[in-house]
């Protein structure tokens, strides 16, 4: 079993940084892939970007590629998701997800391949 818990949204201006962090509990947490994923308003829960349990492959919807970056530490059971130049558009509920332990999964922008989940943290953007 694993349990996700996300920090570090919040209020920043377009152009502006932010870096959420997940935190996972559970000795199994390094064998899995791990994602995060973004909700807005009235919108479909969307793929944002994936890392492998090992961190060395990653994998980026084109709306944030070039500008978020997705990291883990794996001795500290987290997950990172940098994210630089925000857009209104990346307003949205943000949510951590483990699953999956092929690093060919992370190439599935799915929800359904996520087992965990987290309870999401909230990142708006102001123009």
């Known amino acids: 079993q694993v349990q996700l818990v996300e920090s570090g949204g919040g209020l920043v201006q377009a152009g502006g940084s932010l870096r959420l962090s997940c935190a996972a509990s559970?000795?199994?947490?390094?064998?899995?892939?791990t994602g995060w994923f973004r909700q807005a308003p009235g919108k479909e829960r969307e793929f944002v970007a994936a890392i492998s349990w090992s961190g060395d492959r990653t994998y980026y919807a084109d709306s944030v590629k070039g500008r978020f970056t997705i990291s883990r530490d794996n001795g500290k059971n987290t997950v990172y998701l940098q994210m630089n130049s925000l857009k209104p558009e990346d307003t949205a509920v943000y949510y951590c997800?483990?699953?999956?332990?092929?690093?060919?999964?992370?190439?599935?922008?799915?929800?359904?391949?996520?087992?965990?989940w987290g309870q999401g943290t909230q990142v708006t953007v102001s123009s």
């Open positions: 997800a483990a699953g999956g332990t092929s690093w060919r999964d992370i190439y599935s922008p799915s929800s359904a391949a996520y087992a965990y």
């Open positions: 559970g000795r199994t947490f390094s064998t899995y892939n």
